[in-house]
């Protein structure tokens, strides 16, 4: 009970959920702007260098980034070493203190890589006037799907910069079976990319869990080729769609998102849609899944349908699929398939900001060296 004298204070909490009832993370930042030609300006504002905004990162981020040191991989061998692997092998396991950067120099890179949880803080650097290529032909018939992936990425606070990511696995042609085949899987959690390139056909990028971030990357693929239940931010990126011009199903997006308790999702915020044939949005492999694109460019290849239901009609209830000022043939909203939504001014501000992945708190601008 009260004592006499004592007022009633009425203490009040804004809670911001998204459309689908999930709670929004606070601290949001500016939103990222509707005008493209500002996009770089935005970025450079509010995504600055560690050593200028220590107190808004991550502790053991900032702890991290003080103390890097570079390993440099020369397939010639004029570096430390001649392989990704072995340099990766130099890192001890349990490294979760200092920044190792591995630059990378030109050429092909035939190998199967694997960063695993116990060695956080590790960049892939390629020169941006001399990118790598990291490929690999692994299968799902040989390894299983994910592990199929010719780079995965266990670690947290992994960055990869100016590196191209590929699977050289035939193109599956529906008859063999396990034919789908992985370019990259990123389990980790806080991964950024950077003027990243990923090829492969079906299921090229496993963005299978955890936060990331991409900024001016490109994928192609054919079918689900990108698929699992991370929560992502794509920033000017291009999808490119590998259909044969015909009747081929090919599909951009399967998001595992089994429920809307789960704050997964992807959010593609002035990407561009490319390539040929017919291609969906995304299809409902799992019963919820979250994909928004914001400021798109979608070309032709783009069904007037949009995104597809995967012949689960009790999904339209639960799916969240959204668009929000697209432009391009493909965009026209009066076909879209019933159960998508062109989303408010209001409702799609969750996803057009670095905190829809914590983004304040991890990420930081493309190293360079």
């Known amino acids: ?42 970025f450079q504002a509010n995504v600055k260098p560690c050593n200028s905004r220590q107190k808004s ?34 890192i001890p396991s349990g490294n979760d203190t200092k920044r190792v950067i591995l630059w990378i120099g030109p050429g092909e890179y035939r190998e199967k890589v694997k960063i695993d949880g116990s060695k956080k803080f590790v960049t892939l650097y390629g020169s941006p006037n001399a ?35 590929k699977n050289s696995a035939p193109r599956p042609d529906g008859k063999r079976v396990g034919a789908q085949a992985v370019a990259l899987r990123v389990s980790g959690d806080k991964a950024a990319f950077y003027n990243c390139k990923v090829f492969g056909f079906q299921d090229t ?19 689900d080729f990108i698929f699992g239940s991370g929560k992502s931010l794509y920033l000017n990126t291009e999808l490119h769609v590998l259909g044969d ?3 081929q199903f090919t599909v951009i997006t399967a998001h595992a998102r089994d429920s809307a308790n789960e704050d997964t999702g992807y959010s593609f915020v002035h990407c561009s849609i490319t390539g040929k044939g017919s291609t969906y949005l995304g299809r409902a492999w799992k019963t919820s899944p979250r994909v928004v694109y914001a400021f798109t460019s979608m070309g032709k290849v783009v069904t007037p349908a949009g995104w597809t239901n995967n012949f689960h009609p009790e999904r339209d209830r639960s799916v969240f699929y959204g668009e929000y000022q697209c432009s391009g043939a493909g965009s026209t909203p009066k076909s879209r398939a019933k159960f998508t939504r062109q989303l408010t001014k209001e409702e799609v501000q969750p996803f057009l ?17």
């Open 131 to 165: 990118i790598p290529t990291l490929t690999f032909d692994g299968t799902a018939a040989k390894y299983g799907t994910i592990d199929s992936a010719t780079l995965v990425v266990e670690s947290d606070y992994f960055i990869a910069a100016n590196i191209i990511i």
């Open 353 to 369: 900001s670095l905190g829809y992945v914590q983004g304040a708190q991890w990420i930081l601008p493309p190293p360079t060296l």
């Open 245 to 247: 011009g015909m009747s």
């Open 1 to 42: 009970m009260l004592s006499k004298g004592i007022k009633h204070i009425a203490i009040f909490t804004i809670c911001l959920i998204y459309a689908d009832g999930t709670p929004v993370p606070m601290n949001n930042g500016p939103p990222i702007p509707a005008d493209k030609s500002q996009l770089d300006g935005w």
């Open 205 to 223: 990028l496993c963005d299978h869990k955890g936060n990331h971030f991409f900024k001016d990357c490109y994928i192609e693929g054919t079918v």
């Open 57 to 90: 990162v991550d502790p053991e981020l900032a702890a991290a980034e003080a103390g890097s040191r570079v390993i440099k991989v020369r397939m010639d061998g004029s570096g430390d070493f001649k392989t990704i692997n072995d340099a990766l092998n130099s």
